[in-house]
């Protein structure tokens, strides 16, 4: 298995346009997640799905902030407007039930 | 509130002594930890666990103690190696969303040669 494959690898695009991170799950996974790594408080869960259902999105920043999962394969997070301050690595990870999580390589996203 | 906190940002020790990274939680229903490590432009990469039913896991040069009336774990790294330098986070879950987990702000680690 490839493992968790999430795009674009980087983004940098100006404030106040849409941006979209995109992530593959590995195959046959139950749970997919989607964290933000920054500086100051480090891995920060948004979202996470159960078979396509998201759970929870306690931790999505506002509602510029969404995440949808269509499929078993795929699943979108969108920022709209983005703001500086969403600059941050995103990273989407899944997993089976009750096992640790298999992360994907992250998408470094800059907003100017 | 940070449930889980590493609060050493950074660490730096010779090669070939012991590395200690430290993470403390606050949640009693915790149960379940794991250790990650991440290298730079990569995601992070499981290294370890540990169940609230046992207070030492060990892999190789790696070991994770729990103290559990502390809620206190740590991951030794004996003998440190250059190749161990890297961020490593400290992950906790348990209750009802067992496969939550919550993430400390990660310890970075820099093994001297």
């Known amino acids: 298995d490839a493992g968790v494959i999430q795009s674009p690898r980087h983004e940098v695009t100006e404030m106040g346009q849409e941006v979209t991170l995109r992530c593959k799950p590995i195959?046959?996974?139950?749970?997919l997640f989607w964290y933000r790594q920054t500086m100051m408080r480090g891995l920060e869960l948004l979202i996470y799905?159960?078979?396509?259902?998201?759970?929870?999105d306690s931790g999505m920043p506002e509602d510029r902030f969404s995440a949808k999962m269509p499929n078993a394969s795929f699943s979108t997070l969108k920022i709209q407007p983005s703001e500086p301050r969403d600059s941050a690595v995103y990273f989407c990870?899944?997993?089976?039930?009750?096992?640790?999580?298999?992360f994907g390589s992250g998408t470094r996203l800059t907003v100017v | 509130d940070q449930q889980v906190k590493q609060n050493s940002p950074s660490l730096s020790v010779q090669e070939g002594r012991i590395s200690i990274l430290n993470c403390d939680y606050t949640?009693?229903?915790?149960?379940?930890f794991l250790w990650y490590k991440k290298y730079p432009a990569e995601g992070p990469t499981f290294l370890i666990s540990?169940?609230?039913?046992?207070d030492k896991n060990e892999d190789g040069r790696f070991t994770v103690f729990l103290n559990k009336s502390a809620k206190h774990l740590s991951l030794h790294i004996v003998p440190s190696q250059p190749g161990d330098s890297a961020v490593y986070f400290c992950?906790?879950?348990?209750?009802?969303?067992?496969?939550?987990?919550?993430f400390g702000s990660g310890t970075k680690l820099n093994v001297k040669p």
């Open positions: 990870a899944s997993s089976f039930p009750n096992y640790g999580y298999t």
């Open positions: 195959s046959g996974h139950d749970y």
């Open positions: 799905f159960n078979n396509n259902v998201p759970i929870d």
């Open positions: 949640n009693s229903m915790f149960d379940y």
């Open positions: 540990i169940s609230s039913i046992k």
């Open positions: 992950a906790a879950t348990g209750g009802v969303n067992f496969n939550k987990f919550y």
